[in-house]
């Protein structure tokens, strides 16, 4: 899984270079039949908090923290190992003024892994 994480953007000239540079993304990965899923996320102003504590289900508008940096999207791929999902992941055009968390997903029988 690689995560994206970067901070809020304006719509720009610079957005839609980078919007660009994620498709070719998007090509190269579905080319190599490596692209799984992937997904921008609604700005961080959209989200919304859900904890359970003593039975209780508390509900907050907003992210978890306040960072410079949330969750984006992500993509999840097909990955040959840790440096392979690297490789890809210095290739998501965040990583040049965010950050990529390269994650890998846990293998389990009932999720067909």
Same mark, same amino acid.
């Given at each position: ?9 304006? =719509?720009? =000239? !610079?957005?839609?270079? /980078?919007? +660009? ?6 090509? @190269?990965?579905? &080319? /190599?039949?490596?692209?799984? &899923?992937?997904?921008?996320?609604? *700005? ?11 039975? !209780?289900?508390?509900? &907050? !508008?907003? *992210?978890? &923290?306040?960072?410079? +940096? =949330? ?7 097909? =990955? @040959?190992?840790? !440096? ?5 992941? $210095?290739?998501?055009?965040? $990583?040049?003024?965010?950050?990529? /968390? ?12």
């Amino acid at each position: 899984m690689l995560l994206i994480y970067a901070g809020e953007r304006e =719509a720009d =000239a !610079d957005r839609q270079s /980078e919007l +660009e540079r994620y498709l070719l993304l998007n090509r @190269d990965l579905r &080319a /190599e039949g490596r692209l799984l &899923a992937g997904e921008e996320l609604q *700005p961080v102003s959209t989200a919304t908090t859900v904890r359970v504590r003593d039975g !209780d289900t508390l509900i &907050a !508008d907003g *992210p978890f &923290a306040e960072t410079k +940096e =949330a969750l984006d999207g992500f993509y999840l791929i097909e =990955a @040959d190992s840790l !440096d392979d999902a690297i490789d890809w992941a $210095a290739r998501v055009p965040a $990583a040049h003024d965010g950050t990529i /968390e390269v994650r890998p997903v846990v293998s389990r029988p009932e999720n067909g892994a």
